[in-house]
């Protein structure tokens, strides 16, 4: 009989509302995730940290390692550290940057993850890639999507705010990712996961529309579901693909030349998609996002995050070579630095100061 469907990778568990962290240590008994109890948690020394008082007691087979930052070297001393543990699993508690260390640890020590993110920053919570900072600068690495999801939204009603603006920044750029997807299949053939590109599409759309802001449980509740979603669009398609376009490149742009003094991910990324959009000629649609993002209190414009015109241009130019072999709106055009000046002075305008 042929195989009519396909398997979705996904996680088991995917817990998202209020006080979810309360029974957290009923997720982590599953016997899908660990079946002894002994667990290795990874923490950051700020948010990670503080609740590690509360959940400890409820995780008596755990051990609990404190991460220092967000770089390769951080995660290659994880996984040496839990290498010789025994562990069943292994569960990244903290901000991106230590959900992508263990991550990064987990898979290289062939143990599951379990991701339980105090911000929402990013899609990196449930995505199947794990951003590192190396000495080149930054790094995606390919690891195993998270095998459960736990985001207690009380805890994020706690986080800083700019960290969770910048989830709202990266989902957004979904609608801009996939219209370069699509770009790509209509210039280039480049076969397009109908599914993938759906789940990118509608978790960024969900986000746009919402009428909410980082204050609402209910908004929050869009947010965090969004990023997941988006996590699981790349496992579906196999790369970044669907959430991953000019808005990325200019973002991973802003991230090689000026490493000391780039903005969030999702900051960078969601000013991205706005001036994606306006170079498609999408212009309507670039101004409502700018308008979005400017309500939730994010920049559309490269001096709200402490870069200059000419910065911003000199990224455009350079954000191709980020990410060779991607064929975006920016490898489309093949702006010259003088036209991405007027395209830029028009984009200005369209959107107001």
């Known amino acids: 009989m042929p195989v009519l469907t396909r398997l979705i990778p996904s996680p088991v ?177 480049e076969k397009i996961d109908g599914l993938a590109a759906a789940i990118a599409r509608q978790a960024g759309e969900a986000v746009l529309r919402h009428p909410g802001g980082i204050g609402d449980t209910g908004f929050l509740q869009v947010l965090a579901e969004a990023l997941v979603l988006s996590g699981i ?19 991973h742009a802003f991230d090689l030349l000026f490493p000391k003094r780039a903005a969030a991910h999702g900051e960078q990324c969601g000013l991205g998609a706005a001036f994606a959009m306006y170079l498609r000629g999408a212009h309507e649609e670039s101004a409502f996002m700018a308008e979005v993002l400017r309500r939730h209190g994010l920049p559309v414009l490269p001096r709200e995050i402490g870069f200059t015109d000419a910065e911003f241009v000199q990224a455009v130019e350079f954000a191709p070579q980020t990410r060779p072999g991607r064929y975006t709106i920016l490898e489309h055009l093949d702006l010259t630095t003088d036209q991405i000046k007027d395209v830029y002075a028009d984009y200005v305008k369209a959107i107001g100061s």
Do not use: Q
């Open 233 to 251: 669009a790349m496992s579906v398609s196999g790369d970044s693909r669907p959430s991953s376009g000019a808005c990325h490149e200019i973002n």
């Open 13 to 189: 568990v995917v817990d998202i509302r209020p006080g979810a962290l309360d029974d957290l240590a009923c997720v982590l008994a599953d016997e899908r995730i660990s079946h002894s109890g002994k667990l290795a948690i990874a923490v950051s020394n700020g948010s990670g940290a503080r609740l590690r008082e509360r959940l400890a007691p409820a995780l008596p087979g755990a051990s609990w390692y404190e991460v220092g930052g967000g770089t390769l070297d951080d995660a290659i001393r994880l996984a040496g550290d839990i290498k010789a543990g025994h562990y069943d699993a292994v569960v990244g508690l903290g901000g991106g940057k230590i959900i992508d260390c263990a991550k990064f640890a987990a898979a290289r020590v062939g143990l599951p993850l379990v991701a339980v993110p105090t911000n929402l920053a990013h899609d990196g919570l449930c995505s199947p890639v794990a951003t590192l900072d190396n000495d080149a600068g930054r790094g995606s690495y390919g690891v195993p999507n998270p095998i459960a999801v736990v985001i207690d939204l009380d805890v994020i009603h706690e986080a800083p705010a700019r960290f969770v603006r910048a989830g709202i920044g990266d989902a957004i750029s979904n609608i801009s990712a996939i219209a370069d997807w699509e770009l790509a299949h209509r210039v280039k053939g």
